[in-house]
C-alpha cells in the first residue's frame, strides 16, 4: 500500500511510518502525488480544495474547514492533523468511512471515532477551550504559564499544559477556530490576550 504524505517536519515526525503493510512517501505539493498512490494524507496547512482530481480516499488536516465548506467529494474524509494529534492511536474522522477508509486506516493502526462534520471535531475544541480559559485566567493574574501549565498536567494528567499545547499547536489556529465557533455561540469567543499572542 503506497500513500502520499504531504507534511510539515513536526508531523512527519508524529506520523509513525514503521507499518510493513505502508509504503510511505513525503511530497512537498499535491502535483507531486503520483497516480499509483492508493491514499493521501494532506496534512500540512489547512487544504480548502474539493479533491475532485482523484477517486483515491483522501485524508485532509481540516480542524476548522467543513467538507461541505470545501464541496468535497465522498472520498475526502476530515482528520484533525494539528501537532500533537496526528500520533495518538485514535483519529476522529469526519466524512465516510467506507470500505477503502477503513483499510487505510487499519493500516495506519488507527481506531476511529466518527464525528459530525463541525468545525473543531470534539478533542480540538476542547483543548481550544482550555487554552482560551488559561489565557483569560493569564489576563486576571490568576498565575503565571508556567503554574497553570504545571496545575493542569499534575491535577488532569494532561500530556501538555495549555499554553504549551497553544506553543505546540500554533496560537494562531487556536485563535481561528474559537473565532469561528464563536460566530455561532459566544462561549467560544477568543480571550484578549489570546488575541495579542497572535501578533506577538
Known sequence: MKIAVLANDRQWKEMDTAYEQVDFYRIE???????????CLLLKGELKTNFHWT????FVNAVCTTLKE??????VVRINGWNGFLARNTW????AINKPVQDILKALGKETI???DEPGF????IIAMIINEAYFALEENVSTTEAIDIAMKLGTNYPHGPFEWAALI??????????KMSIQDKRYLPAPLLKAAITA
Open 29 to 39: 505539493s499535491m502535483e507531486n502525488i503520483k497516480p499509483d498512490v492508493d491514499a
Open 55 to 58: 477517486p483515491k480516499p483522501v
Open 70 to 75: 470545501m464541496d468535497a467529494v465522498p472520498n
Open 92 to 95: 476522529e474522522v469526519a466524512g
Open 114 to 116: 466518527k464525528v459530525p
Open 122 to 125: 470534539v478533542s480540538a475544541r
Open 170 to 179: 500554533g496560537v494562531n489556529k487556536i485563535f481561528t477556530l474559537l473565532q
